[in-house]
T-cell receptor, first 112, second 112 residues
């Protein structure tokens, strides 16, 4: 069974530029999550989708972050414009109704 | 609101000795509790979960965890540590709606 795929693995941009991350969840998993993990901290939930609907986006900085999950499968997380404090690893995860999350390798963003 | 606390930033143990990584939680209903492990430059991997039933749950790589409702704890344990167990461990809790939040993480260092 294929795992959660994410790309790119690494991205370096300057502040005020934009960036997009892509995630393909495990086939059949209805729930998809984007987490932000800053170095030395635990993952922070940014947004959670159930199929193609948003379940929770309370911690998503909506003035600069956006996410979509077209057709309830792939998802894209965008940051525009990026700030220095956005430097982090962006983790995508998916789950079925058994509860545990399956994570991708993550996308490491460095904002200069 | 749900929350997770991991009181120790780092746990040091000698190879062959038992290990415990502590976790306490706060939720308003019945908790779903999880442990994940993260190796350098990798995403998080699911270790084990508690949903209902026996308070002692067994997971991957010889790890187990004990659910204690009165103390609201879910400590991770292993009878005999290996050097290869050295990694970052995260406790997580889910409360309704599939929203899963993570603790800050505990770094486990197993010395040969």
């Amino acid at each position: 069974e294929a795992g959660v795929a994410q790309s790119p693995r690494y991205k370096i941009i300057e502040k005020r530029q934009s960036v997009a991350f892509w995630c393909n969840p495990i086939s059949g998993h209805a729930t998809l999550y984007w987490y932000q993990q800053i170095l030395g901290q635990g993952p922070k939930l940014l947004i959670q989708f159930q199929n193609n609907g948003v379940v929770d986006d309370s911690q998503l900085p909506k003035d600069r972050f956006s996410a979509e999950r077209l057709k309830g499968v792939d998802s894209t997380l965008k940051i525009q414009p990026a700030k220095l404090e956005d430097s982090a690893v962006y983790l995508c995860a998916s789950s079925s109704d058994t509860g545990e999350l399956f994570f991708g390798e993550g996308s490491r963003l460095t904002v200069l | 609101a749900q929350s997770v606390a991991q009181p120790e930033d780092q746990v040091n143990v000698a190879e062959g000795n038992p290990l415990t990584v502590k976790c306490t939680y706060s939720v308003s209903g019945n908790p779903y509790l999880f442990w994940y492990v993260q190796y350098p430059n990798r995403g998080l991997q699911f270790l084990l979960k508690y949903i209902t039933g026996d308070n002692l749950v067994k997971g991957s790589y010889g790890f187990e965890a004990e659910f204690n409702k009165s103390q609201t704890s879910f400590h991770l344990k292993k009878p005999s540590a290996l050097v290869s167990d050295s990694a970052l461990y995260f406790c997580a809790v889910r409360e309704g709606g599939f929203k899963t939040i993570f603790g800050a993480g505990t770094r486990l260092f197993v010395k040969a």
